[in-house]
C-alpha cells in the first residue's frame, strides 16, 4: 500500500488513531476532523511589467471552541488546500497542548514570493485582507507569519484591515513590527521554545547540550534562530544546516551566525566557507544528537526512517513527520518533539502580543521568555506524562492532553 502523504489526510490519520486509543467514538472523531468553515478566494492583480496574474488563496478555520481561531499565512508555490486544512487542525492541537485560550486556523496562498517586487507583495497582502475581513478580526480569527510572510507582511495586513473597520485594530495580526504593536522576541519565539524543549528533553535522556552534535533542515525564521540559540546558549556543534538550495556540512562546527549572514547576502547557505556541500536528504540521515527538521513537511518518510540517526527528533517545522515514520522512530527509541508541541512558541508569543495589545502595556524580552518557558516546560511536561500513561509515543500524547481540552470546551458549548 502507498505511504498516506496527503498531508490533511495525514492529520486526519492522527486525529483517528488518538481518539481510538483515548477511547472517543466516531461521533466525536466526526466532529473534529473537519474545519468549521473553508474560504477559498482568488486575487487578481497586475503585476510590475503589466501582466495580470491571478492567484488562488485560503484560510481555515478549524476550530472555535477555546477561543478566536489563530493561524499563520503561508505564501508557497506548493501551498494547497489540503495543506492548508491539516495547519489548521494542528494549530488546534497545538493552542490546546500549550494551553492558551484560542482555536485553530490557517492561511495561505499559491504564490511564488521569491520571486515578486515590495510593490507586488503590498498588493497581495492588501488583497488578500479585503477578501477576508468579513471572517476575521481580533475576537474571530487573528493571522500571523509562516512561511515566506513575515512582520512587513502582517503591518500591511493590519493596515489594511484597520482602514476596513475605520478603527485601530492591533490585535488583528500578530507577528507585527514592533512599532505596530508586536512583541518583543515574538520572532525568536518560536525557535525558543523548541530549544526549551530540546533542553527538557536532553535532560530527560541524559545528553549534555554542551558540545552535542545538531543538524537542521531549513534555515528560515525557526530553522536560523534555532541554531544560533542552541550553539549560543548551550554550546551544541552545529555540524550541518540546509535550505531549499541543499545544504552544507563540516564536523567540527558551522558558525550559525555567518551562515545567515552568507544567506542573507546569497540567499543560500550552500558556498559557505570551510563547508562541504550535501542534500537536504543526506542531511537528515546524519549521525547526530539533535535533528530539527525546520522546513517542509512529509520529509521523514517509511522511505529514509530507518536511516535516522538522531537521539532527539526536534520538529520545529509542521507536518515533517508521516504516520508510518512515526511508529518506527518509537520502536528505534528515537526521543521524537512533536511538531505542534515544539513549534508552539511562535504561537504562544502571538498570544502574548495579542494580551499586551490588548491592555496598550508592553513587556521586556526578559518577560516574554520567562513566560514562554513557562508554558513550553509544562506542555512538555504533560505530552510525555500523557505518552508514558498511554505507552505510545509523544505525538499521541500531545494528542491525547489537546483532544480533552477541545472536547471538554465543546461540551460545555453544549456543541456536543
Ligand atoms: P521561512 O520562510 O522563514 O523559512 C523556510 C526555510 O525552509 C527557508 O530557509 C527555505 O529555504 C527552506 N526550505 C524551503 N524548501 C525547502 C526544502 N525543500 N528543503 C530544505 N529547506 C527548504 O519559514 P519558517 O517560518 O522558518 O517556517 C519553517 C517551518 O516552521 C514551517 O514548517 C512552518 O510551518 C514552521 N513554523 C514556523 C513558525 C514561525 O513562527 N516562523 C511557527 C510554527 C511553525
Known sequence: MNEILDPFKISQKQLSDACKLANYDNDIYNALSEPERFVEIKITMKMDDGKINTFKGFRSQYNSARGPMKGGIRWHPDESASLVKALSAWMTWKTACVDIPLGGAKGGIICDPRAMSNRELETLARSYIRQLADFIGPNIDVPAPDVYTNPQIMAWMQDEY?????????????GKPLPLGGSAGRSIATAKGGVYCIREAARDIGLDLNGATAAIQGYGNAGSWAAKLLKDEYGCNIIAVSDSKGGIYN???????AAAEFKEKTRTVVGLKETNQIS???LLELECDILVPAALENQITRENVNNINCKILAELA???????????????????IPDFLCNAGGVTVSYFEMVQGY?????????VFEALDRVMTRAYRSTVEQAKKYKTHNRMGAYIISLERVIDAMRLRGWL
Open 318 to 336: 509542521n507536518g515533517p513527520t508521516t504516520p508510518e515514520a512515526d511508529e518506527n522512530l518509537f520502536k528505534n527509541g528515537i526521543l521524537v
Open 162 to 174: 484597520e482602514k476596513i473597520v475605520r478603527r485601530h485594530a492591533p490585535s488583528v495580526i500578530t
Open 359 to 367: 491592555y496598550r502595556y508592553f513587556w521586556t524580552e526578559k518577560e
Open 251 to 257: 564536523k567540527n562546527g558551522i558558525d550559525p551566525f
Open 280 to 282: 537536504n536528504e543526506e
